[in-house]
């Protein structure tokens, strides 16, 4: 397939990688940078490793980034002393010295929260459409090779060389599609890019391909442009309209990263749904046993009650990516604004502003759908709780309420044992009594008679007259808080009156 693009030609064709990766999160305190923040210098200096270009592979020497360093508008990250952009030439690919040369330039600046990053690779002269592939050597500017958090954006400009004095866009359309297909020879993309839409930047046509995936480790959105107006190269050597035009595919990436975030955090809070689905079922069989009963429901709430904070957190998040998607659409529309009327040439920018109706009628009225969908869950893990804890204190006051009755009536059968053991030691006591007899005599009469059992009997209803009236006693002793044996810091104190 290359040899059948070798016959097309090309000016100075120049591949723009914008990459945006997120430096800052509002989550974190003011000033310091989110863990991975320099993953995508990291990336670079590999490839400048990879290439044998010691410029790139050094590239973070020449970075100006303190350590602490909060959101800024707008801030140039590269040295003054390299005039803030770091260029460098490709070396010489030994055995091959009819090999167009290249070039390549790093330009980097911090967007707010977040890192961009412009890496371009350049061939100085005419080339063919099939060298293009050294533009994108081994698939490294590739969305799985950058790694970029936010998103990223390939551009390619060149000058067509057409016989055509005026090609039509189907012409120009056919060039951009073979184009195309040379950057992403090596692509080991789960899902190529396809055509998406047209317009103009500075006069010239400008076509949009992406394969519109969701997580922006995986999404490859390409924009080909072709000089073909006599002052389209002149108003893209200005560069007036480079920094509007990274601001628009910043706040782009951003659109998109916040929707795979809400997204994720959706799937994330629908797992947790079908979670208390499943302990909801749970209740409807607990076990009979009261002990057995506690330990499931106390074992669920551990469960549950984790999982409840999680689910509130993640429609928390829901809803701050929703704002962030408000705030970088307006952010976006600025920028296309300003780009549309501001900058000198033809444009027409049909493609991005499909995007902003996209971000309202697709972007956000999903968001408030799952949003709608998951409030009332979150509603239903409250009620599940409460009902578990319901559940938990009347089986756990049944439970208290058995306790009390067996303790009432262990004490009832200690109290019973002690009557006994008090009633057998009181006989005890007397028996000695039981075969002595009570002698009376009377001298009138001068005779004498003895009743056995009489004096065992009296010594017995003396002894249980003694006992009751001392319960009694001690009884009411202990109700009046007055009982003799009570520590005597337990007595309430009298003053004295004088």
């Not at 442009?225 to 108003?235: E, F, G, K, R, V």
């Not at 916040?258 to 208390?276: E, F, G, I, K, V």
């Not at 053991?421 to 001298?443: D, M, Y």
């Not at 059992?453 to 249980?464: D, E, K, N, T, Y």
Request: glycine share 4%; with cysteine; proline share 5%.
């Amino acid at each position: 397939m290359i040899e059948q693009l070798s016959g097309e030609l090309l000016h100075y064709p120049k591949l723009s990688l914008y990459a945006f990766h997120l430096c800052h999160d509002m989550a974190l305190a003011e000033g310091e940078r989110v863990e991975d923040a320099d993953v995508i210098w990291q990336r670079f200096e590999e490839f400048g490793e990879s290439l044998d270009i010691l410029a790139l592979k050094t590239c973070r020497q020449w970075l100006n980034i303190p350590e602490q360093q909060a959101t800024i508008a707008f801030r140039e990250l590269l040295s003054e002393e390299l005039d803030r952009c770091l260029s460098f030439p490709f070396p010489e690919v030994e055995g091959k010295s009819d090999t167009p040369r290249r070039n390549g330039e790093l330009y980097a600046v911090q967007l707010h929260d977040t890192y961009v990053a412009d890496l371009t690779f350049r061939y100085p002269g005419t080339v063919s459409v099939a060298e293009l592939t050294h533009l994108n050597p081994e698939g490294m500017l590739l969305p799985d090779r950058i790694s970029a958090s936010i998103g990223q954006t390939l551009v390619l400009f060149a000058k067509a060389v057409i016989a055509e004095e005026s090609p039509s866009l189907a012409t120009l359309r056919d060039l951009a599609d073979r184009c195309l297909q040379a950057l992403l020879t090596n692509a080991p993309l789960p899902v190529l890019p396809s055509y998406r839409a047209q317009g103009k930047l500075l006069g010239s046509p400008i076509f949009e391909y992406d394969n519109d995936a969701e997580n922006p480790a995986q999404s490859c959105h390409i924009l080909i442009w072709l000089d073909c107006h006599p002052d389209t190269a002149t108003l893209e050597a200005s560069g007036d309209y480079y920094h509007p035009l990274m601001d628009l595919l910043c706040y782009r990436s951003k659109i998109r990263f916040s929707y795979h975030q809400a997204r994720t955090r959706y799937r994330d809070c629908r797992q947790l749904y079908h979670q208390l689905e499943t302990l909801m079922k749970g209740l409807q069989t607990l076990p009979e046993d009261t002990a057995e009963k506690l330990t499931v429901l106390q074992d669920s709430l551990l469960k549950i009650n984790p999982q409840a904070f999680t689910y509130a957190s993640h429609i928390r998040d829901m809803e701050d990516q929703r704002t962030t998607m408000i705030t970088n659409l307006k952010n976006y529309t600025t920028k296309l604004e300003a780009l549309t009327t501001n900058i000198d040439g033809e444009q027409e920018f049909r493609f991005f502003q499909a995007f902003s109706h996209e971000c309202r009628s697709k972007f956000l009225r999903q968001i408030n759908t799952d949003l709608n969908y998951l409030r009332p869950g979150n509603a239903l893990f409250g009620h599940c709780i409460a009902t578990m804890r319901g559940i938990v204190e009347v089986e756990q006051a049944k439970m208290n309420n058995k306790q009390q009755q067996t303790n009432q009536d262990l004490q009832n059968e200690i109290q019973a044992v002690g009557v006994g053991i008090a009633a057998g030691a009181i006989v005890a006591s007397n028996s000695a009594l039981i075969f002595q007899p009570w002698k009376r005599e009377r001298e009138i009469f001068e005779f004498s008679f003895s009743w056995p059992f009489v004096g065992f009997i009296i010594a017995l209803v003396i002894s249980v007259f003694c006992s009751v009236g001392a319960w009694y006693w001690a009884k009411e002793g202990i109700k009046q808080g007055r009982f003799p044996f009570r520590d005597a810091r337990e007595r309430p104190s009298k003053k004295l009156k004088r």
